[in-house]
């Protein structure tokens, strides 16, 4: 953490740098990307100069409320032309969506369109429901009660409805309910004791892994203060490239010095992964090249950025098979060589990522959850590989941090051709009134 402050003058002249240069260019810049990028830190975007904006207070109230379920659910509030740009609210959810690069539930209110799907069942039922019920008191009492329906679609509370209880028949036995007690009491004490133990557990592995992340976020934090924001080849484009490595590099540092859970581990190699991207478009502008491919990060160690080619290996010995590299480990791999991999600390010795175990699962997914579809056929053959195999079916939560698991439980759904019926236009009951 003290080296990666070290770099915080240099990043700082690069950003102010970059301000006086590329104001003019950046400013009014609010991208789809810009969203989702957002999105994948915080799971509501709430643009004060949408039409039917959410009030502070509203859009704080909806994240608990998000938080609350455990769900992989994502909401913006964007103005009208997001929509008109997008080619319809339709096209705007989809592109979105493809954009953010995760599973899980969205909606997005565009002026006055909402619309809502998922990645696996339908909500448009639950759009719609919550759409006619709530329009008329608001957009946040209908996103409001949007997520209270997905919560209860995908969160299955389990209750059902007991049969009449008979209290006849001889009561029952002080003995039995002393024992019971007792086996209830020894039972509470091994699960207190077996969770308090867990999370020792997963503190000590979250200090491993947090030192991993402050690595690859000094990596790139280096390789952003090392770059001539001045050189004449750098053209308004590339310095908006430049300014989103910065701010993918900002919420990565963010994401890892308040790493707790999976999907705050996630979120921050997500941002690494967005940043490298953006920093390898930065340099192919400064040397003339035709700008890279978004392919996955290279398999050997991410940090090498974007993949340039699959190549056949076998990194755990075991069936070769096709993996994304970078063109140096394509060309050692070539060579007969075994390139060198990005290791990491786990069960007290430095091993290759792929083969640090499940809790290495959320660094690894971060890193290729715009990818997601690609994952299980990547880490096949490696430790990792059970983590991201598909579900048979249903949504599943994270494990022990609680959080939402951006890559398991949702396959197949609403997007990539289905309709987005769910919702409605927001235009006759409020239009564009004053939610304040």
């Known amino acids: 953490m003290r080296y990666r402050r070290s770099l915080a003058p240099a990043l700082c002249v690069l950003l102010a740098a970059l301000a006086l240069i590329a104001a003019p260019a950046t400013l009014a810049r609010t991208s789809i990307e810009a969203v ?105 009492a209908v996103l409001e009660a949007f997520v209270a329906g997905v919560d209860a679609q995908y969160n299955d509370s389990g209750q059902s409805s007991g049969g009449d209880s008979s209290a006849g028949g001889g009561g029952s036995s ?138 056949m290996w076998a990194p755990d010995g075991g069936a070769p098979h096709p993996v994304p590299v970078c063109a140096t480990c394509a060309a050692t791999l070539k060579s007969g060589a075994a390139p060198q991999p990005r290791v990491v600390m786990a069960g007290g010795q430095r091993v290759p990522y792929w083969r640090a175990g499940a809790d290495y699962a959320p660094y690894a997914r971060g890193y290729y959850s715009s990818f997601a579809d690609a994952l299980p056929m990547i880490f096949v053959g490696t430790m990792l590989a059970t983590a991201f195999m598909p579900p048979v079916a249903g949504i599943s939560t994270a494990g022990p941090s609680g959080g939402a698991s951006d890559g398991g439980g949702f396959g197949g759904g609403d997007f990539g051709g289905g309709s987005f019926g769910g919702g409605g236009d927001f235009g006759g009951d409020f239009g564009g009134g004053d939610f304040s």
């Open 36 to 140: 989702a990028s957002a999105l994948r830190n915080d799971p509501v975007y709430n643009d004060p100069s949408a039409e039917n904006a959410l009030t502070p207070g509203q859009a704080s109230d909806l994240r608990d409320q998000i938080a609350a379920t455990g769900l992989p659910i994502y909401v913006a509030v964007l103005p009208g032309a997001a929509a008109t740009d997008a080619g319809g609210p339709d096209a705007l959810l989809r592109d979105l969506r493809n954009a953010v690069g995760r599973e899980g539930v969205y909606a997005v209110i565009a002026g006055n369109a909402f619309r809502a799907g998922a990645t696996s069942g339908s909500v448009n039922a639950v759009a719609d429901d919550a759409f006619q019920s709530q329009a008329s008191n608001g957009p946040f």
């Open 174 to 311: 002080w003995t039995g309910l002393i024992i019971l007690v007792v086996i209830l009491g020894g039972i509470g004490a091994l699960l207190f004791f077996g969770i308090r133990a867990a999370r020792r557990s997963r503190v000590k592995q979250l200090v491993s892994i947090r030192s991993t992340l402050d690595e690859d976020v000094t990596s790139l934090g280096e390789q952003l203060a090392a770059f001539n924001v001045a050189d004449p080849r750098l053209d308004d484009t590339g310095r908006a490239d430049l300014q989103t490595a910065l701010d993918a590099y900002s919420r990565a540092s963010h994401a890892s010095s308040r790493a707790r859970t999976d999907a705050d581990i996630t979120t921050a190699t997500s941002e690494l992964e967005a940043g490298r991207y953006a920093l390898a478009c930065v340099q192919a502008r400064v040397d003339g090249r035709a700008l890279p491919q978004r392919r996955p990060p290279c398999f050997v160690d991410p940090r090498h950025g974007p993949s340039e080619s699959d190549v």
